[in-house]
């Protein structure tokens, strides 16, 4: 799933607990990715092209369910214990979850159980169909607005980045080239992409058409 829709989850668990700091939320249903791009940067996890198709062959740190559970459990731990606040802790630890299971879904088969063997295996491979993840991630992106009684300065947000993931999510052949010539090219538009999102996001998730 792209950058756009993972923010708008924050929006679903912002509306459940109004008292989370919205940034927060954003940087908890980010966090595995963020990981995701550092270790790509170390070259402890990489990615691969073939068939004119980008595929995260290998990620079993940052996007296992083991991984995910030991990021949550300890940014559950962090909040609960540090700041004495559980229900943030809860609402963080969510966030952190809601990341991995959005990817078993959207992605190829390429989630491990855990780093340390490599099945069972999950994804459903929705990203290999660009126009229908377009479609799903699209709705899903339009539902967490509409729970969270958005603005439409954040739908318009929504629409955009959504539009804007379109050549993305089509391109294939060649224009996959440089990302096989220098590896860094895609986790730093991927990183670029949820720096922006948050901004946007949080930026624009501040009024609701309520308050
Ligand atoms: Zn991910």
């Known amino acids: ?39 790509n940067y170390l070259g402890w996890e990489y990615y691969s092209i073939s068939g004119g198709k980008v595929h995260l062959d290998y990620l079993p740190y940052s996007h296992s369910v083991f991984g995910a559970v030991v990021a949550a459990l300890i940014s559950f731990a962090i909040i609960n214990w540090g700041y004495k606040n559980r229900k943030l802790a809860a609402a963080i630890a969510i966030g952190v979850l809601s990341h991995i299971v959005i990817d078993m879904i959207f992605h190829e088969k390429d989630i491990q159980l855990s780093p340390f063997s490599a099945t069972p295996v999950w994804g ?62 895609l986790p730093t538009i991927i990183l670029f992409q949820i720096l922006v999102t948050w901004y946007f996001v949080w930026r624009y998730s501040r009024k609701t058409k309520t308050a």
């Open 124 to 185: 459903l491979g929705i990203l290999d169909y660009p126009w229908l993840n377009f479609a799903l991630e699209f709705l899903y992106g339009l539902f967490c607005w509409w729970y969270f009684k958005g603005s439409k300065a954040l739908l318009a947000v929504i629409v955009i980045f959504n539009i804007t993931d379109l050549p993305l999510m089509l391109g294939g052949g060649d224009s996959l080239k440089p990302f096989q010539e220098y590896p860094f090219i």
């Open 1 to 39: 799933m792209y950058a756009i829709n993972h923010a708008a989850t924050a929006l679903l668990i912002k509306k459940k607990v109004p008292t989370a700091p919205m940034i927060l939320l954003l940087v908890s249903v980010q966090l595995i990715e963020l990981f995701w791009v550092l270790f």
